[in-house]
């Protein structure tokens, strides 16, 4: 009896070293919680260890959510939003609180793993006119000396996560790849700052991108699965874009002296919905072939071994900016409630993702164009307009999940999204003769008829101005049209 305890005690240590031994180099994932209704935090961990992710990476250093990672095992990188940036460049002491509150407090007991601070997110990003250039180099220093005085700076390594267009090529071979021309002493100097701190260089890769800007990109070259007319770069075979741009990394790395810099992919991924190349079986075939393609630590052309990634995204996040696109919205291997999206195989045994438990929704009803009112209603126009600017209408237009809705369902989608995002609030279901609550679901094919999920502020919600404020304002919308007329 004594000897089968201790062999099966044994065969768990085993089991538990080889655990540690596979997931080394797992794949992790982005938690972003920009939603109107964030799973609770406690959920978000049992989420990521029943799917085997070992590596979060976050946009923020919010409390609640650290706190739930504590004593996870899960390996942590922390962000820094961008709008700091300008405080921690000009702010020794800013930067020292930061680490102290963000970091050192987490730490220090020891229960939060966190490996990495990410100064900034994509602050080279053109679309940000240069805003975040001056401060995100001394941002970084600032964190680091910050990390070097709290005793940290030996576990936990500062980055950057930057988009792939700080560099280029010019030509489709990767070796022709360098930093962009116009930021290069800049890229430089961060590069050789990371490199002596032994930091890692973190990029975002997004085929999907490539796809959206440029309609003749070939769509085969985006994935995984063979691409008729391969790039030839002087032997080195190229037949998916993601080795191309982290090899011209490689390249651009190499060529400045940094040809062993370790390299961290920030995102990868693949949309769901809002755009005509956003949706399940692309988002599948990507995210699937990826974690074949890295697995076996075949990597890349210029480095094989095993690639470092984190997916984007963990769950969707339906109060993100769109400004990106409608897709922006949908980025989740997971539905805003947890549910898997399809099946993928993240590397562990099982075949599928596991959903999140224990998941509180409200209850089953839903806001809809009463069948007594007329698509054509003048009030339809600001009423819908008024709902999806408060709520998430991304679902809707050329090429969604919710593309085939005839116009009375489209307006009765838009209703919905704004009654689900007011936590069903009965004020919030009061569109000018236009609208009614149903316990029918509405739901038509794959578009579906949300129903939010329950959180602290749901169950909150007492004393409300919204109907007046709804009046108000569809009032100003209306007002135009009134003094046409
Ligand atoms: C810690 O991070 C949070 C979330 O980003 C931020 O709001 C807060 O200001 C930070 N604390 C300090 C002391 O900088
Ligand atoms: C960048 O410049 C464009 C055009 O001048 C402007 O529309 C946009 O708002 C600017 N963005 C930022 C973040 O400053
Ligand atoms: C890169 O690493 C290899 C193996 O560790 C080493 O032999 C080589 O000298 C390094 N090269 C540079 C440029 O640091
Ligand atoms: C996953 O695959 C199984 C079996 O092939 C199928 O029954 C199930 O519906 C799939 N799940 C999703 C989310 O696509
Ligand atoms: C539904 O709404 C979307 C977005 O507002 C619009 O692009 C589409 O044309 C509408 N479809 C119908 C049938 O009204
Ligand atoms: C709603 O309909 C009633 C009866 O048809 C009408 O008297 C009232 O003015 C309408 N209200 C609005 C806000 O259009």
Same mark, same amino acid.
């Given at each position: ?16 070293? $080889? +655990? ?8 992790? =994932? %982005? ?30 250093? &919010? ?11 899960? &390996? ?7 709008? +700091? ?32 601070? =990410?100064?900034?997110? /994509? ?10 250039? =001056? ?131 920030? /995102? ?14 692309? =988002?599948?075939? *990507? ?9 076996? %630590?075949?990597?890349?052309? +210029? ?8 997916? $984007?995204?963990?769950?969707? /996040? ?8 409608? *897709? /922006? ?101 009061? $569109? ?24 602290? %502020?749901?169950? %909150? &919600? ?24």
């Amino acid at each position: 009896m004594g000897l089968l305890v201790l062999n099966f005690g044994m065969a768990i240590k085993i089991l538990l070293l $080889f +655990m540690v031994v596979n997931t080394v180099h797992g794949i992790g =994932a %982005n938690w972003g919680t920009q939603a109107s209704h964030p799973l609770p935090p406690p959920s978000v961990v049992k989420l990521l260890k029943d799917n085997g992710v070992q590596k979060v990476k976050l946009f923020d250093a &919010e409390s609640n959510v650290l706190n739930a990672l504590r004593g996870s095992g899960i &390996e942590v990188m922390v962000g820094i939003p961008n709008d +700091m940036l300008y405080t921690l460049a000009n702010s020794v002491d800013s930067a020292e609180k930061w680490v102290q509150r963000n970091v050192s407090i987490h730490v220090s007991s020891n229960s939060v793993d966190i490996r990495y601070v =990410a100064v900034g997110n /994509e602050p080279f990003l053109s679309t940000y006119n240069g805003t975040f250039l =001056a401060t995100t180099f001394p941002a970084l220093k600032n964190i680091q000396a910050a990390l070097i005085k709290a005793g940290l700076s030996n576990r936990v390594k500062v980055t950057v996560p930057l988009n792939a267009d700080v560099y280029q090529s010019s030509t489709e071979q990767p070796s022709t790849g360098n930093f962009r021309p116009d930021i290069n002493d800049l890229m430089v100097e961060i590069t050789n700052f990371l490199s002596l701190n032994g930091a890692p260089f973190t990029v975002n890769i997004y085929p999907f991108i490539s796809l959206y800007n440029d309609a003749n990109f070939p769509l085969d070259y985006a994935f995984f699965d063979g691409y008729s007319s391969p790039i030839n770069d002087n032997g080195r075979i190229y037949t998916n874009v993601f080795d191309a741009n982290y090899d011209t990394l490689v390249w651009a790395l190499q060529k400045n002296g940094f040809g062993n810099l370790s390299i961290i992919v920030g /995102e990868i991924g693949w949309p769901t919905d809002g755009n005509l190349n956003a949706n399940i079986r692309l =988002a599948q075939r *990507f995210n699937q072939g990826f974690m074949s393609h890295i697995s076996g %630590n075949r990597g890349t052309p +210029m480095r094989p071994g095993p690639v470092d990634a984190y997916l $984007f995204s963990l769950i969707d /996040e339906d109060a993100k900016s769109i400004q990106p696109g409608n *897709f /922006e919205r949908h980025w989740g291997i997971f539905y805003y409630d947890g549910t898997p999206k399809y099946n993928l195989s993240l590397g562990g045994n099982s075949g599928g993702l596991i959903a999140a438990s224990n998941i509180k929704y409200l209850p089953r009803r839903w806001c809809v164009l009463s069948p007594s009112a007329s698509p054509q209603d003048p009030q339809v126009v600001p009423s819908v307009s008024y709902a999806c600017s408060r709520a998430d209408c991304t679902n809707l237009g050329y090429g969604t999940s919710c593309a085939n809705l005839d116009a009375g369902q489209n307006i009765s989608y838009a209703f919905n999204s704004y009654y689900q995002e007011k936590n069903q609030l009965d004020s919030a279901c009061k $569109f000018p003769n236009l609208s009614v609550i149903t316990t029918n679901d509405p739901s038509v094919g794959e578009c579906r008829f949300k129903i939010m999920i329950q959180t602290t %502020n749901s169950m %909150n &919600e007492g004393f409300s101005l919204e109907p007046v404020n709804m009046l108000l304002q569809m009032l100003m919308l209306l007002l135009p049209l009134l003094l046409i007329k």
